[in-house]
């Protein structure tokens, strides 16, 4: 258990419409990283946050936004999905707002969009 | 554009026997390294880091990896393989220079057979 929890674990949705990841560091992390994982893409680095600011940006699509709260815990947005949306998503967390820190995953959520 | 390159994207061995699971990386400044694990429907595991302290690098369940700059290589090794060692195999490279995310290679599935 990597101490970072993720909700939901399953999510099947339609085409179009928005959904909302979840995600809750380990007590004491202050960055959140999100990343992708498909098939054809392998992991992608989605976006980091590091105390509630916006701290580096991947391949993240416009469609999809995140935030972190003061508490810490990030949700990631997706709206007008696509068929090609369906992956698993991963939050991970670290302690500082560097890259070369270890990160810490969460089990992931899966998102099928039908 | 620095990046990271996992030979092999299955890899079988007979339990018992030597793993080797390759990665090569392309970077112009010196580089942080990790290994990660992920088993069936769980997030990533950190099995080791190379943070240029020591070139062999030993990290949990009896893996360890060795930095060689001349071949700009990262391979993880395990001397004996056990059944409980079948997963998903993710090297991923950063730089602690910027603020670079992790790059994460395409993964090596490692199966064991009895």
């Known amino acids: 258990d990597s101490g970072v929890t993720q909700t939901p674990k399953h999510l099947i949705t339609a085409t179009g419409q928005r959904v909302t990841l979840r995600c809750s560091p380990r007590?004491?992390?202050?960055?959140v990283y999100w990343y992708q994982q498909s098939l054809d893409q392998g992991l992608q680095f989605l976006i980091q946050y590091y105390n509630g600011e916006e701290r580096a940006k991947g391949n993240i699509l416009e469609r999809f936004s995140a935030q972190q709260f003061p508490d810490l815990h990030s949700e990631l947005n997706l709206s007008s999905l696509e068929l090609g949306d369906s992956a698993l998503y991963f939050c991970a967390s670290s302690p500082t707002s560097g890259h070369t820190d270890t990160q810490y995953f969460g089990p992931g959520t899966r998102l099928t969009v039908l | 554009a620095q990046s990271v390159t996992q030979l092999g994207s299955h890899v079988s061995v007979s339990e018992g026997a030597l793993v080797l699971l390759r990665c090569n990386y392309s970077?112009?400044?010196?580089?942080?390294l990790f290994w990660y694990v992920q088993y069936p429907n769980q997030g990533l595991q950190l099995l080791l880091k190379?943070?240029?302290?020591?070139?062999l690098v030993k990290g949990i369940n009896g893996f360890e990896a060795e930095f060689k700059k001349s071949e700009t290589s990262f391979h993880l090794t395990k001397p004996s393989a056990h059944m409980s060692d079948a997963a998903e195999y993710f090297c991923a490279v950063t730089w602690n220079s910027g603020n670079t995310p992790l790059v994460f290679g395409k993964g090596t599935r490692l199966s064991v057979i009895a």
């Open positions: 970077s112009s400044v010196p580089p942080y």
């Open positions: 190379y943070t240029s302290a020591a070139t």
């Open positions: 007590s004491g992390d202050l960055s």
